[in-house]
């Protein structure tokens, strides 16, 4: 276990938390998911005052509770920029539900590297397997869940499958990892994100090559790593900062990778 | 530079020796042969018209004539006669200024992937110097992206002309209707009773329309010489600069005089800034359009409507389309009781819980046309008929969205054309 980082905010919790009109938890506590969806849902009277992007506090669109989560202005996906380049990609797809809202920025990312973009609809896999087709897509962006989806209408037409695959994991689902179609040939990149468009857990080209289950810590947060629970701490420009924020798993150092950063597995409770 | 010139200067780039070869094998080029030299009006209208099947038939790469970091956006269309849809490469669209007439675009909107892309809504806020805010509506998850919609303070919309219904309802729901300020509508026109449901749930709102179509990169087609007030027509339109607008005889493909009163198949010919991804020379949009006896007032120009499709053959709802050819192939499962004659009406009903989908299908029974017998037909037409890959009309039904389908039969007086067989209403 590694010792606690120090946590740097451009701006204090407490001045965070007042543009909102909240309080935050005490600090020296951990946060738990019911109290920051608690503190959002508090929050939300006074996000439209203030220009933010927001993002979806949940993967699931039924979900009773569903909040919303502000982004700076000038949030990017840059983890994303990294994978479309270790993957040689020249045509992307984005498979990923529309109300997660990363539409913009995979866009941004797609632009600025030159690449074609294409927004599938989530809900019309012929279509999807026509466009992998006519536009020579060579990238998905998706969930395993979806992929799922689009490899068996692929095997069962009989066409390729595309060369490279990026996987955005819910930070509560079970990860699964590669599907066993994929041959030893596709590549895959994986992240895990904390909700829609937020990740927290990257990969490094090494771990791309190799395929590997492991992440390394997005340097976005502060990390607090202890034998029954796992925190995260807004270290960058969150407007409303995760505070010693419980994630719903235990994450494990597993040595270091060629880059030099930990290498982290993690299992959920 | 006047018509003749914007013109020949766009073939002679679309058929240059290196361009994509798409032009070229339509006009029949040799190899080698310099690029086309338009000597006048004269050749202009023999230059073949450009069809969606050709678009369709053409690969991507065929037809695309710009880099990948001119590509704003890729659209793929309805695919409205059951064959592949084709993949249009988009750049960035010009000419949408006149939006800002209607809305200062300061505050958050809601916004579908079209006509717009939710990044372009971003782009367009950055450069009025205004905080990008845009929620995408995802109309599989319609009521996450309206509780995200509500949170970020949305003023204005911008949608398919058949999702307002459904937003109208969810921001009833979440209490927002009222602080809609613009509706943004495009995928059909407006028809009176969307008109009527859009008053009375956004009282506050300015409804402006937005013609354009997939496989046209320079939208829209049309720019609205005023926003939708009630006054009939409720849609018209002036022509943009950047295009050339001829009307023909779909028929005859005879080109009409551009005058007052004229009525038949808007080409367009885009000379839209550069780049140009997708550049179409003579396009077929399918629409007919009639020209209007006054010019628009506010812009001293010809003001056209559009009064339908030339071979309406599909028609949009909320969770698929209702396509001709899918309604003659499930008639024709029941072949034995009914012919693959018919017609099909869609009607928008409102309803306690907003606008639902009814739809009457006219047919003609090869014998029993009782009352019964059509309510029983009906039923399993419903459970046959796709209105996309993975619904059925009776599993819309079922999820509340559409109302049951009804059959009656058909009248002498109906269904005269096969081009009179999908009508909206």
């Known amino acids: 276990m590694t010792t606690p980082r120090t946590h740097t905010f451009k701006q204090s919790p407490e001045e965070a938390y007042a543009r909102f009109e909240i309080e935050p938890t005490p600090y020296g506590d951990e946060t738990s998911h019911e109290a920051l969806l608690h503190l959002l849902q508090r ?19 039924l979900d009773p509770s569903l909040t919303a989560f502000p982004r700076p202005l000038q949030s990017e996906w840059q983890s994303l920029r990294l994978y479309l380049k270790v993957l040689e990609s020249r045509a992307v797809m984005m498979l990923l539900p529309l109300f997660w809202q990363m539409e913009s920025a995979t866009y941004r990312v797609c632009r600025d590297s ?146 030099g950063k930990a290498e982290i597995e993690y299992f959920h409770e | 530079m006047n018509d003749l010139e914007r013109l020949r200067e766009l073939i002679a780039e679309c058929t240059a020796p290196d361009a994509p070869n798409m032009y070229r094998t339509l006009y029949g080029m040799r190899d080698g042969e310099p690029a086309l030299h338009l000597a006048g009006w004269h050749e202009w209208i023999k230059l073949p018209l450009v069809t969606k099947d050709l678009l369709t038939e053409t690969p991507v790469a065929n037809r695309f004539f710009a880099s990948n970091t001119d590509v704003e956006d890729i659209r793929t269309s309805s695919g409205t006669s059951g064959k592949t849809p084709p993949f249009i490469l988009r750049s960035i669209p010009s000419g949408l ?18 006509p717009c892309m939710p990044h372009w809504h971003e782009d367009l806020q950055i450069s009025l110097g205004y905080a990008p805010r845009v929620i995408a509506f995802d109309p599989i998850h319609a009521a996450a992206s309206v509780r995200l919609a509500r949170i970020a303070g949305v003023d204005a919309i911008s949608t398919f002309a058949f999702h307002v219904p459904l937003i109208g309802k969810l921001m009833i729901q979440e ?53 939708i007030t009630g006054e009939e027509p409720l849609s018209v339109y002036h022509t943009k600069p950047s295009h050339y607008h001829e009307i023909i005889d779909s028929e005859q493909e005879i080109v009409l005089p551009y005058e007052p009163g004229t009525e038949g198949e808007l080409v367009i010919t885009s000379c839209s800034p550069k780049p140009r991804a997708t550049p179409l020379i003579r396009y077929r949009t399918g629409d007919i359009v009639r020209i209007l006896p006054e010019k628009c007032a506010a812009h001293n120009q010809l003001q056209f409507t559009l009064i339908g499709r030339v071979s309406i053959d599909f028609i949009k709802i909320p969770g698929g389309m209702l396509r001709a050819d899918e309604t003659e192939r499930v008639l024709r499962v029941f072949n034995g009781e009914i012919t693959d004659r018919f017609e099909l ?37 419903a459970q046959e008929l796709r209105v996309g890959p993975f619904r059925t009309y009776s599993e819309g039904v079922e999820d509340g969205i559409y109302l049951p389908l009804t059959c009656l039969p058909i009248t002498s007086t109906q269904s005269p054309t096969k081009s009179k067989r ?3 209403h």
């Open chain 1, 43 to 61: 929050a939300e009277k006074n996000i439209s005052k203030s220009p933010f992007r927001l993002v979806p506090a949940s993967f699931n669109p």
């Open chain 1, 114 to 259: 030159g690449l074609l973009f294409f927004v599938a609809d989530i809900s019309n896999t012929p279509v999807n397997s026509l466009a992998i087709d006519s536009l020579t897509i060579d990238t998905i962006i998706t969930t395993t869940q979806d992929c799922q989806a689009v490899l068996s209408y692929l095997s069962t037409k009989q066409r390729n499958i595309p060369r490279s695959w990026v996987f955005v994991h819910s930070v509560d689902a079970v990860p699964q990892h590669i599907p066993p179609e994929f041959s030893t040939g596709t590549k895959v990149a994986q992240e895990v994100h904390v909700f829609p468009g937020v990740p927290i857990l990257e990969q490094c080209g090494s771990l791309i090559e190799r395929r590997a289950k492991t992440f390394h810590a997005s340097d976005s947060y502060t990390w607090v790593f202890k034998s029954d629970r796992t925190l995260i701490t807004s270290a960058g420009d969150d407007p409303l900062p995760f505070i010693r924020y419980r994630l719903p798993f235990v994450a494990i150092e597993q040595g270091v990778c060629v880059c």
């Open chain 2, 175 to 227: 209490g927002i209707a009222e602080q809609i300020r613009l509706i943004e509508m495009c995928g059909e026109s407006c028809t009176r009773s969307l008109f009527d449901f859009i008053k009375r749930t956004f009282p506050n709102a300015t409804i402006i329309p937005q013609f354009g179509a997939a496989e046209i990169e320079d939208k829209p087609v049309g720019i609205p010489c005023r926003a």
């Open chain 2, 422 to 424: 999908m009508i909206a």
């Open chain 2, 345 to 381: 009406h869609r009607y928008l009903r409102p309803s306690s819980e907003g606008q639902k989908v009814e739809v009457i299908l006219y047919v003609e029974p090869r014998d029993q046309n009782s009352p019964e017998v059509l309510n029983r037909l009906a039923e399993r037409i």
């Open chain 2, 97 to 114: 200024e006149y939006r800002l007439q209607y809305h200062s675009f300061e505050n958050p909107i809601l916004a579908s992937n079209v």
